[in-house]
């Protein structure tokens, strides 16, 4: 069995995803998610000219192989560009392999381990009032766990303030929009959102923020042990992970869960944190590192610290991820939650798939393979269309982690 041909297919059905379609010659084909959100056109080019030429004539029965080839093989190891060219060959593969076997992929990695994914939902709001009643309308939905974002009074467009009630994209403009931001502000206003959630709804949801890696160690710290009173699942990115030991001080201050991981590309990103036991989630994800093929040794890796999943799953990430992210969830045994931004009606008429939302958790489909599939002729009808992530910087002009 040989791979015949391979082809990147860029739609923008309301936002820019690029796809990879890989041909056998047995005439089965798959599909992988290979979206950088800003960074598209790096990925096409990488796969187009660096990498599909070495594919052609390959056995896509060997998963595993061709995954070391392309990581050891370019000498150039990792990178968000390098590990989502992978990703969408794995992604693809594996689709290949579960129609050839007529199994759905969560049987090829050993079956389920629960029956649904719980999963969480993204309320925002430019205030706390606001926030309060986006969280009801997503309880009201069904949902069990809700991410809550607000704007803060003195902020321009903090983060998290969508302008869609569902379908918060913040890749919106052209260029880079400029966005403020301000800690001392934040962490006056954060703790009273929580507050208000708690008082309001009580203490039967899972509640959920992200700092965004706006955070320094010692602010983190501060943040989490201020969230205490409200039982949160996680705090996310609290402070930015390049250094991983940074989070030994937010660990030491406060027990407010931790959650990273959404911009890993490979185990070592996480390597630290995991084995010292400084966070509780890992939110890497397939599209982000490198696949089914190396999520999975690091969802193995985290079991062993007790450190469970919270796989990445905003709109940035194409249906095609998230059909495979749910099959990896519904095997994983550290489960921990998935997140759900939900794609438009647009992106889920290109790619059609097989998963269904229920009661607060998505349900992996049936289908062999990976249950999601790409409608080319629609997805020919949205051109490419530049946009940006925002930038952001302090009221000094001093830039910041956006
Ligand atoms: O492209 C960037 C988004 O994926 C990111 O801002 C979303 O932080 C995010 C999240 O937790 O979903
Ligand atoms: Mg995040």
């Known amino acids: 069995m040989k791979i015949q041909s391979a082809k990147v297919i860029v739609t923008c059905p309301g936002r820019n995803f690029v796809t990879l379609k890989i041909v056998t010659d047995q005439g089965v084909y798959g599909i992988g998610d290979a979206t950088l959100n800003g960074r598209e056109k790096a990925v096409v080019a990488y796969l187009e000219d660096h990498v599909i030429p070495c594919l052609i004539g390959m056995d896509p029965r060997r998963i595993e192989d061709i995954w070391q080839y392309l990581y050891r093989g370019a000498y150039w190891r990792r990178g968000p560009v390098t590990m989502r060219a992978i990703a969408a060959v794995d992604m693809a593969l594996w689709d290949i392999k579960g129609k050839m076997a007529g199994m759905p992929v969560y049987d090829l990695l050993g079956g389920k381990s629960r029956e649904r994914v719980m999963v969480y939902g993204h309320a925002n709001g430019s205030n706390i009032d606001e926030t309060v009643d986006a969280v009801g309308h997503y309880i009201d939905m069904g949902y069990k766990a809700i ?8 902020i321009k467009d903090a983060y998290g303030v969508g302008r869609g009630k569902l379908y918060y994209e913040p890749a ?3 260029l880079p929009s400029l966005t403020g931001w301000d800690t001392r502000k934040a962490l006056n206003y954060v703790p009273r959102m929580f507050e208000k959630l708690r008082a309001t709804y009580g203490f039967d949801h899972h509640l959920l923020h992200d700092g965004h890696h ?8 501060n943040l989490g042990k201020m969230l205490e009173p409200y039982q949160l699942f996680w705090l996310e990115d609290c402070t930015p992970a390049e ?3 940074a989070f030994r001080l937010v660990r030491q201050h406060t027990v407010t869960p931790l959650a990273v991981g959404e911009i890993f590309n490979t185990i070592w990103d996480a390597k630290d944190l995991i084995q010292n036991q400084l966070i509780d989630y890992i939110r890497a994800t397939v599209v982000g590192a490198g696949g089914l093929t190396h999520l999975r040794r690091i969802a193995d890796l985290a079991a062993l610290y007790q450190v469970r999943t919270g796989c990445h799953g905003a709109t940035d990430l194409s249906p095609v991820t998230m059909g495979c992210a749910l099959h990896f969830d519904t095997w994983v045994p550290n489960f921990g939650i998935q997140e759900y931004m939900r794609h438009t009606e647009e992106t889920d008429a290109v ?3 097989d998963y269904r939302f229920e009661d607060g958790h998505l349900i992996v489909g049936e289908t062999a393979g990976h249950g999601v599939d790409i409608d080319e002729d629609l997805a020919a009808k949205y051109p490419y269309k530049p946009a ?3 930038v952001a910087r302090l009221e000094d002009g001093t830039m910041w982690n956006w």
């Open 214 to 221: 706006r955070y320094t160690p010692q602010e983190a710290a």
């Open 147 to 154: 991410r809550a974002q607000t704007g803060v009074p003195g």
């Open 172 to 174: 919106d403009a052209a």
């Open 351 to 353: 790619f059609p798939h």
């Open 388 to 390: 940006y992530l925002p």
């Open 243 to 245: 250094n991983q030991e």
